[in-house]
């Protein structure tokens, strides 16, 4: 007999106790952690969340575009958008600023590409400019991660950063960019040093990558 690996699926989403334990497990890495119904819910959130006023960097994200939330913060003018500032800035002679602006913001949102049950985050870039804020610098972040993000471990999440998300984010580097896209950085955030500054609103749906 030959043994057979178990392939992890990496669009289902993640069952409700998984999702519990997921939640539980970055609980214990100090990671604050809210379980909504769908990408509506976490839009609401959103916006109970973050401080009228805030200056706010949303990553480039299918689930922040997918879901409104993209939209609400940069067009809206609830919020000192980082990006609507940003393109008003000469990035021959302001880069240094642009990207400290970048860097700490009040509150950073995104996305990451893979939640693992043990509680780690997993996020990829090709130009990183969402991970320093999402390392430490900005002073609060929020991650909306849908249900289908969950893996086991961090094998699993590698795995899927490169066979899932990659394919799909450089077809969208293409449309967008007219350019492919590229894994240059990964960052894995395994536990939250300052207890309170992170936040993952877990939803049951799959959206995004």
Known sequence: MTDTVPTTSFTDPA???RLERV??????NNFNVEILEDAAAARARIKELIPEGASVFTGAS???RLSGIDEDINGSGRYDSVKVRGMSMDRATQMKEIWQNLACPDVMVG???AVTETGALVAASASGSQL??????????????????VVPDLDAALRRVEEHCLPLEDERAKKAYG???SLNRILILNKEPHPGRGTVLL???AIGF
């Open 15 to 17: 069952s409700d106790e």
């Open 23 to 28: 939640a539980a497990a970055l609980k214990e």
């Open 62 to 64: 299918e689930t922040l």
């Open 111 to 113: 996305s990451v590409a």
């Open 132 to 149: 320093p804020a999402y390392a430490g610098a900005a002073q609060n972040v929020i991650w909306i991660v849908g249900a289908q993000k």
């Open 179 to 181: 350019v492919p896209s």
């Open 203 to 205: 939803v049951r749906e």
